[in-house]
């Protein structure tokens, strides 16, 4: 077994490939960059190595630097996790002729899948079904439009070399084609120094479905069941479960006999992921379509250890030491149901713009150790408890920064149940408990999605966010017995408050003055609540409600005919609630005061329509406009580049550009102003 591990990425993935390294008695080196020399990757391991400045093409993807890291340390293996240089077939074979182990597949099924073009062929000619479309190397924009048409829209242009749902472009039109072609390309030079694209026929009502593998140097490939990524937002996963609530045994047996059939084309071992489109209208077993081999371990690589047993980092690591996988396809059971949420640093609010800043608070629900939950061995600790539990696996911590140089995933969270139904309830009470402020980000639309009577039906596609939000995320609608129950919150904490500030007794919150009565505005709503002794009452009605809470605290526990729990932060004239998938702003005034608060006005916002303002911190890529130039509503105005991604900003109304303030080029500010209308 090897003695020492150096793992070349960062953040989530480092932390989660550590931990297994620990365990098994490895001793860990971590590689950094500028902005991550105090990050927990670096704390944790047993010696770290400087790469370069914060980019990750002056560090993180400098494979030279990372060899002569693991030389100077005496590393006998490197783990690249996932993104960077994991699917790079140069570098792995860089590893080999460097003699150190790569914890992966070998180079040569590396390149043969890593080409999404040449990978398709080698699908069909294994048996696998593929999409139809075009696989020859496009010239520009008005071949790509030939293309499309011949094929049928809507068509998915894909760089060749892409994944992680960049260098992809969905068109449903020419002029979707002309606008996204070139963008495509831009997207696959910079991320994967490919821009070759490619173009095939887009399955309407799609499920994505995807078959994890596992091999090793022997000749054994086994799959380990599947998993359902169909909640997706711009073809980044969101959502990640396993199994997938549409799957039969019946196709189930045949995706992993496809999958396994691939993979032994092309000589694979180690983990690697076979990806799936699925029409959701065939439940024959027959309508799968291949899109893609992933030659490394997957983001969503807990739920499937979590339904297995299986911990995969450990497995890698082992079939990279040249040790046999010890099971067969017959050994590989489905236990219970798992569901991963990735929480990310955006903002659902604003149009899921990203986010980055300091952490000033970072508090995730209490995980259970991933090294207690999962081995190598189909027999684990804890596998076959029928309790909910909940794992967390992230790279941050409390006061560290979220940088625009990377993917802004913050943590991924991970619950488990003996049923789907347990596994989502799971999901909703850990995602009221984690605790994050500073940057933007989505627990709330996380929260929301498993609330959505379409998720928890098992009704899923690629399309569920576009149609379950065609206009952005707003919150997820509260009930009447919701608002209620956060009404009395909110008065239950002005009175706490309130008689903190009275100092009685020095029992915060638990003795009160005689009966406190308030008016409580939530939801457009006001409400008479008297809070006393004897329990609280809304609009005359008493409520059955058992309240954990002292004032300065950030939660607050309730305990009714369900458990809720609250954050709870102060606002103008009451408490900012959020519960449940959304923020309540609750105004509290004391009930005598309340006739005379009519007259208190609200701040209107001003008209920014006229301007182009960046909506997150980037780079401003392409300015298609200058001064004296007419635009359209609705018109592309701009490119800019933020976190790996090309956000096209278009025109708000028709007018004619005054002034512009920006060149392509420019890294630009949140809200900085790019041009300005007539």
């Known amino acids: 077994m090897f003695k020492k591990i150096l793992v070349a990425n960062r953040g989530e993935i480092a932390c989660r490939v550590m931990r297994t390294a620990k365990a098994m008695g490895i001793k860990t080196v971590a590689v950094y960059s500028d902005a991550d020399v105090r990050s927990p990757h670096v704390l944790m391991a047993d010696e770290s190595v400087r790469l370069g400045p914060a980019p990750a093409a002056e560090s993180y993807l400098k494979a030279e630097l990372i060899l002569l890291a693991a030389k100077e340390t005496g590393a006998d293996c490197i783990h690249p996790g996932y993104g960077f240089l994991s699917e790079r077939e140069s570098f792995a074979r860089a590893c080999a002729e460097a003699g150190i182990a790569f914890v992966g597949p070998p180079p040569a099924a590396i390149a043969a899948m890593g080409d999404k073009i040449e990978s398709k062929k080698l699908a069909k000619a294994a048996g696998v079904n593929v999409v139809p479309g075009y696989l020859g190397e496009i010239a520009d924009t008005d071949e790509a439009v030939r293309i499309a048409g011949d094929i049928g829209y809507p068509v998915m242009m894909k760089a060749s070399a892409g994944g992680g749902g960049k260098g992809m472009r969905l068109a449903y039109s020419e002029q979707d084609v002309r606008e996204g072609f070139e963008a495509t390309k831009r997207e696959g030079l910079a991320s994967f120094g490919d821009d070759r694209v490619f173009i095939e026929k887009f399955i309407e009502s799609p499920r994505h479905i995807e078959i994890q593998l596992i091999g090793d140097q022997h000749g054994n490939i086994v799959y380990l069941n599947e998993r359902e990524c169909s909640i997706q937002r711009r073809h980044q996963k969101v959502v990640e479960e396993a199994p997938s ?14 999958a396994v059939a691939l993979a032994r084309a092309v000589g694979y071992y180690s983990a690697g992921t076979v990806e799936l489109i699925v029409s959701g209208a065939d439940t024959s077993g027959e309508g799968f379509y291949f899109l893609e081999m992933n030659t490394r371990l997957q983001v969503e690589h807990p739920v499937t250890e979590e339904i297995t047993g299986l911990d995969l980092v450990e497995l890698m690591i082992r079939v990279a030491a040249g040790e046999p996988l010890g099971f067969a396809q017959d050994d590989v059971k489905l236990n219970g149901w798992a569901i991963e949420n990735r929480v990310y640093a955006e903002d659902p609010y604003r149009g899921f713009l990203p986010s980055i800043g300091r952490l000033v608070r970072y508090n995730p629900p209490l995980p259970f150790a991933p090294s207690e939950g999962a081995s190598t061995s189909l027999s684990t600790n804890g596998v076959d408890s029928a309790e909910p539990r909940v794992r967390v696996d992230d790279g941050v911590r409390e006061g560290g920064e979220v940088s625009m140089f990377y993917d802004p995933m913050i943590a991924k969270l991970i619950t488990w149940a003996p049923t789907r139904e347990g596994a989502v309830a799971a999901q909703i009470a850990a995602l009221d408990a984690f605790e994050l402020e500073g940057p933007g980000n989505n627990i709330d639309f996380l929260s929301a999605i498993m ?25 997820a609608p509260a009930d009447v017995a919701l608002l209620t129950t956060l009404a009395a919150v909110a008065a239950f904490a002005a009175t706490a408050e309130a008689d903190r500030a009275r100092r009685i007794d020095g029992q915060l919150g638990r003795r009160l003055r005689p009966p406190a009565d308030w008016v409580v505005t939530i939801g457009g709503t006001d409400h008479d609540v008297r809070v006393s002794t004897d329990g609280i009452s809304v609009d005359g009605v008493e409520l059955d409600l058992s309240l954990e809470y002292t004032p300065g605290d950030r939660m607050v526990m309730v305990e009714g005919d369900e458990h809720l729990t609250i954050r709870i932060a102060k606002a103008r004239a009451g408490f900012r609630l959020t519960t449940r998938g959304a923020s309540h702003v609750a105004r509290v005034l004391p009930a005598r005061v309340a006739p005379y608060a009519a007259h208190l006005i609200e701040k209107v916002a001003p008209d920014l329509s006229k301007f182009l303002i960046c909506p997150m911190p980037g780079l401003l890529v392409r300015l298609d406009v200058a001064a004296g130039d007419r635009v359209e509503a609705g018109q592309a105005l701009a490119v800019v580049e933020a976190m790996k991604m090309e956000n096209i900003l278009r025109a708000e109304k028709t007018g004619v550009v005054k002034s512009v303030s920006a060149a392509a080029g420019d890294s630009l500010a949140v809200d900085q102003v790019i041009l300005e209308l007539e």
Do not use: C, N, W
């Open 245 to 258: 609530p549409f799957v039969t045994p019946k196709m189930r047996k045949a995706m992993g006999e496809q």
């Open 451 to 475: 609330q959505h009577p379409r998720f928890q039906s098992g009704a899923l596609t690629t399309g569920f966010i576009a149609e379950e939000y065609p206009d952005g995320f707003h919150g």
